[in-house]
């Protein structure tokens, strides 16, 4: 659990774990079968692995037996970008110009599609480049944006992709436990998923395909996961992203208290420093993401003075955040790389209270009157 005299703000970097899966993964561990042998160690390890699976499938409404456990988000990423697009002959990849870099690697500069300003994909945009390509094509737009939190209309680009003949692979690492997520309902081939980043423990993952959908292995050298992934399966991990699968309705349930603290926050920030912006203000966001760019102070000024008053936030993803490079996320929506460096990203949570939104504004609130005075 997060010790409560430090104020967590960073909740898409990582969750605190749950107690349930805690409780879960300590019972794992004693679990030391190896799931793919057939005596009853590794039976009963099998069943556990199993279990966390079907309870996976139930919550993003995918077929079990079509859920792929990886190491993490960006595992599941790149053998969607190399699996899926090997298996269906891809003729190459698309994704919008804001993707996570896991994706991002995998796509070359001149197939990135442009974004707006609030960083949502440019539809036109998209389908000029499925015309001018011969079918199948790969594309990627991700549910939510991991910095802004802004949410991407997946079901109409499903519908271009559709059109075209198109696979289309959706990063949805930072929707459980904040919003709805239906794989089915949205007709999404692809789907990655994170444990850690809704309560679960890092090195644990899930590629969800829909039925149908073939796809290469990446690791090779076992038969594990249907052959789709070589490598005995992290047991402890999965279990844990099962139990936290369990607990992402309760975190629903908790979403609208935690949209009321990130909204208190953001109207105390536009009220007392007219000079931020907040990028997606007005947009579909989730509830618990806010990206606020502060003129004149750059983003690790602002990082370290708050974690010095025990306030810890970041300055965007935190696959990228030791770099001096500003994020190519606001880059692509326009903003100036100069200003791009004076963004933080604050996120929120279930352990979330009001005494940790106070605490940020009575830190930068102050920051932010010293340099706009100055």
């Given at each position: ?236 991990g999965i279990v844990g992203m099962g139990a936290a699968a369990r607990c992402a309705e309760r975190l629903l349930v908790d979403a609208p208290r935690v ?19 907040i990028f997606g203000r007005d947009k579909p966001r989730l509830g618990n993401t806010s990206c606020i760019l502060l003129p004149g102070v750059s983003s ?75």
């Amino acid at each position: 659990m997060t010790a409560k005299a430090h104020a967590y703000l960073d909740y898409n970097a990582t969750t605190p774990v749950l107690e349930e899966v805690v409780l879960a993964v300590t019972a794992a561990l004693g679990n030391f079968g190896n799931p793919s042998s057939v005596h009853g160690p590794g039976r009963h390890a099998r069943a556990a692995v199993e279990e966390a699976r079907e309870a996976i499938a139930a919550l993003v409404d995918a077929p079990a037996q079509r859920v792929i456990f990886t190491s993490g988000g960006t595992e599941a990423n790149a053998l969607a970008m190399r699996g899926l697009a090997a298996a269906a002959g891809c003729s190459g990849v698309l994704a919008s110009a804001t993707e996570h870099p896991s994706i991002m690697a995998h796509v070359a500069e001149q197939d990135r599609i442009a974004v707006d300003r609030n960083g949502i994909v440019d539809l036109d945009a998209l389908e000029r480049a499925l015309k001018q390509r011969a079918a199948p094509v790969l594309v990627a737009v991700m549910f939510a944006n991991n910095e802004t939190g802004v949410l991407q209309p997946v079901a109409e680009a499903v519908a271009l992709a559709r059109k075209y003949g198109a696979l289309i692979h959706c990063d949805a690492v930072q929707a459980l436990g904040k919003t709805v997520l239906s794989m089915r309902t949205l007709g999404l081939d692809s789907v990655s998923l994170s444990a850690h980043k809704f309560g679960g423990v890092k090195g644990a993952g899930v590629l969800a395909l829909r039925g149908g959908v073939e796809i290469a292995a990446d690791m090779l050298g076992g038969g594990q996961e249907h052959r789709r992934r070589a490598g005995t399966e992290n047991v402890s991990g999965i279990v844990g992203m099962g139990a936290a699968a369990r607990c992402a309705e309760r975190l629903l349930v908790d979403a609208p208290r935690v949209l009321d603290l990130r909204d208190e926050l953001e109207a105390a920030v536009e009220s007392e420093a007219p000079q931020a912006r907040i990028f997606g203000r007005d947009k579909p966001r989730l509830g618990n993401t806010s990206c606020i760019l502060l003129p004149g102070v750059s983003s690790e000024t602002q990082v370290m003075r708050l974690d010095l008053a025990g306030v810890a936030v970041s300055a965007g993803s935190a696959c990228s955040s030791g770099r001096i490079a500003p994020s190519h996320v606001l880059l692509a929506m326009g903003v100036a790389p100069n200003e791009a460096k004076s963004a933080i990203r604050v996120s929120l949570g279930w352990e979330t209270t009001r005494a940790d939104i106070s605490r940020f504004l009575e830190v930068w609130l102050p920051l932010a009157a010293k340099f706009r005075d100055s």
